[in-house]
């Protein structure tokens, strides 16, 4: 997005626009709003997808691990509420310059939480693919940890970064850590993907039919959603740089950055409500009958020509 810095707006010391300049423009509370509404469904699903759980005492830690993402949505929504209160969603020259430290300490602190939005809900769902499919190969399984640890490393290496790189700086280091923020940025995308196809061989295998295949997949493969989100915070990262205007640049940053957060909370928490739709309208969902008619049993999806895995006492299905 373009940005309109007046050529004859007052500037204090360090070529940063203080003084209000022309008719405030502040986009805070539909910013807020939108968020909040985010944060407001992402609990309802949350308390769905632990009501469903509880329903087979299966609640494991990739649910846990989602009640963190939902926690960092609603703290990420006060935050922005907090920055808009400050006037944070105005142009810089707009905002009052007693403001301006705490909209910046504001907008590193939604930085810092919605990291950890990203990379708790990112595991959930590579927890969630282990447990469903038991049967995964030693070497299958070693790559999903991989994922999911790699995952999260690289997001707490970018939260150290995010507070290294608090104070201002030079262009060089700024460039550099745009950089930085672009392959990290790369590296979910590439998580995503990887944890959206990794189901397709075993599902592919499974004793029923090709619509029902399907369907499993798409419920298992939704998350690939959160990809469009992350695409769209690549395109908006470029704001970042060469602009003192960051609180009005930025505001398609702030939406996509919770929106993917929210997209993996409400995809990620489909396929483990299963049970929950089941209790409600009387009758397994998907068109399966059965845990036979899906092609596993209670140890696990059976593949053909696959042997189901084993796991004594817990519901590895899609409901796990």
């Known amino acids: 997005m373009q940005t309109s810095t007046p050529p004859s707006s007052p500037q204090a010391d360090g070529g940063t626009l203080l003084q209000p300049f022309g008719p405030i423009v502040d986009r805070g509370s539909s910013i807020t709003g939108l968020l909040w509404a985010e944060a407001a469904i992402a609990c309802i699903v949350i308390g769905l997808r632990f009501w469903s759980r509880n329903l087979g005492k299966l609640v494991g830690l990739h649910d846990w691990t989602m009640v963190v993402a939902t926690i ?19 142009h810089i020259w707009q905002i009052p310059p007693p403001n301006i430290p705490n909209v910046i300490l504001a907008s590193y602190i939604f930085q810092t939480f919605i990291i950890i939005g990203v990379f708790t809900s990112k595991f959930s769902v590579g927890y ?3 447990r469903i499919f038991p049967q995964y190969s030693k070497r299958s399984r070693a790559f999903v940890w991989f994922v999911i640890v790699f995952t999260v490393l690289h997001n707490l290496l970018a939260l150290i970064l995010n507070w290294y790189d608090a104070a ?16 990290g940025l790369t ?30 997949y798409m419920l ?20 970042l740089l060469h602009t003192e ?13 919770q929106s993917e957060v929210f997209v993996i909370i409400l995809c990620g928490s489909v396929a483990p409500m299963k049970q929950l739709a089941e209790h409600l309208f009387g009758k397994p969902s998907l068109g399966s009958t059965g ?30």
Request: hydrophobic letters at 45%; proline letters at 2%.
């Open 187 to 216: 590296l979910n995308i590439f998580a995503d993907f990887i944890l959206a196809v990794l189901p397709a061989p075993i599902v592919y295998n499974l004793k029923v039919s090709l619509a029902k295949r399907v369907r499993v």
């Open 220 to 239: 298992l493969s939704l998350s690939l959603l959160a990809t469009v989100c992350a695409i769209l915070k690549f395109i908006y990262m470029k704001t």
């Open 168 to 183: 201002p700086r030079d262009m060089d280091s700024s460039e550099a850590k745009l950089g930085w923020i672009y392959m």
């Open 245 to 257: 205007d960051f609180g009005w640049a930025t505001w398609e940053l702030t939406i996509w950055s």
């Open 291 to 320: 845990y036979r008619s899906f092609g596993y049993s209670r140890s696990g999806f059976k593949s053909s020509g696959t042997k189901a895995g084993t796991r004594s006492g817990e519901d590895i299905e899609l409901n796990n």
């Open 128 to 130: 969630l693919l282990l």
């Open 72 to 90: 960092s949505m609603v703290v990420c929504s006060s935050i922005t509420t907090w920055m808009a209160h400050l006037g944070g969603f105005r």
